[in-house]
């Protein structure tokens, strides 16, 4: 039985019993029964960052958390990113399971040292399991500029001992939260913000207890005459792509959601390529240092032999996020990216 504060009311937030009522959720509302039913589940759970507690988050996902659970268990914290990350690598030592809420995942900055050089080395370092979890928005779109709208995964892909995950819709957003809250490693969790309240994402969502390993890929969409290995936002963007191809080309685009990012599902990669023969990375962070030239060299690897055409990627452009409307549209990979990038391959 969770502990919740003395003097605190014990009405759940109307937002996090939607599953309960068999109603679709939105993602931002998934991650959210996630993140409540582990704090109801295992007391040492407990969250902290910046407005999370009285105001409820940026984007509300905590809101009503702080009158339920008590403010010990849900923290406002000073803007202080290296000081509350380092509060949480302490707690999660005394053997608590901390959240950690970054308002915006461009500001993760400021705790890099301490994510990579203490908390990513703990086990490692014979300092025991670092049960901790960092999330918060990512990705542009939504007009936000250079200082909201970054995707940050590759800053920590290289890190040993972190692991990184990166839903596209709310089964598997809500059940990836809750397997990471569980897993004994730092995860660093990104969501989105344009899938937070995308209507057409809506689900319902099972009324039992479920998770999603992490480290594996899912098939968003089956076929036979093309791959796509991509994740996130631009899940979205490949299956609005493969169903214009599958209607004015004839072509069977095979869709692989990676859901993590660390540990990263090469089986899952290899077995599709094996099925089709060519392969688009698609992603939204920039196209220098970016996942693609990971994932391409995997491949040839471990799949050279299957490859009918070179591999190609799309991706954003290597420039900050411009606050224009037409100069972002433009640095972000769009569907018209994915369609001319895939009829190429598919006429090599």
């Known amino acids: ?35 409540f039913e582990e704090m109801e589940r295992d007391p040492r759970v407990f969250i902290l960052g910046e407005d999370v507690g009285v105001y409820g988050g940026a984007f509300k996902l905590t809101r009503g958390f702080s009158d339920y659970f008590g403010r010990e268990r849900v923290i406002d914290t000073p803007i202080s ?40 080395t703990s086990l490692w370092r014979d300092a025991g399991p670092m049960p901790l979890v960092i999330r918060g928005p990512v990705g542009g779109g939504s007009r936000s500029g250079a200082f909201h709208a970054q995707n940050v995964e590759m800053a920590f892909f290289h890190t040993p001992g972190l692991k990184i995950v990166y839903p596209s819709n709310p089964y598997d957003a809500k059940g990836l939260i809750k397997a990471a809250i569980r897993d004994d490693n730092p995860v660093i969790f990104e969501e989105h913000k344009g899938l937070y309240r995308a209507p057409h994402l809506r689900q319902v969502l099972p009324h039992e207890d479920y998770i999603v390993p992490l480290g594996q890929a899912r098939t968003a969409r089956e076929g036979k005459d093309l791959t796509i290995v991509t994740y996130g936002m631009m899940v979205h963007k490949s299956l609005e792509a493969a169903a214009t191809l599958e209607k004015e080309d004839g072509l069977a685009v095979e869709i692989l959601d990676l859901r993590s990012l660390l540990p990263l599902d090469e089986d899952a990669i290899v077995a599709s390529v094996q099925k089709t023969s060519r392969v688009l990375i698609v992603h939204e962070d920039t196209r220098t240092g970016g996942i693609a030239g990971e994932i391409a060299l995997r491949i040839n690897e471990k799949a050279f032999a299957w490859l009918d055409a070179p591999i190609l990627r799309v991706t954003a452009i290597d420039s900050p996020i411009p606050y224009a409307p037409t100069l972002e549209d433009y640095v972000l990979p769009q569907t018209a990216d994915i369609l001319t990038a895939a009829r190429y391959l598919a006429r090599y």
């Not at 030592?93 to 901390?98: A, K, S």
């Open 81 to 120: 990113e290296a000081g509350f990350t380092g509060a949480a690598a302490g707690a999660a030592h005394m053997g608590m399971r901390p959240v950690v809420e970054m308002q915006f995942m461009d500001f993760i900055a400021p705790a890099y040292d301490v994510i990579t050089n203490y908390i990513a």
């Open 1 to 35: 039985m969770a502990t919740i504060a003395q003097g605190t009311t014990r009405t759940k937030p109307d937002h996090v019993r939607k599953t309960e009522r068999g109603e679709a959720v939105t993602f931002l509302e998934a991650i959210s029964e996630g993140l």
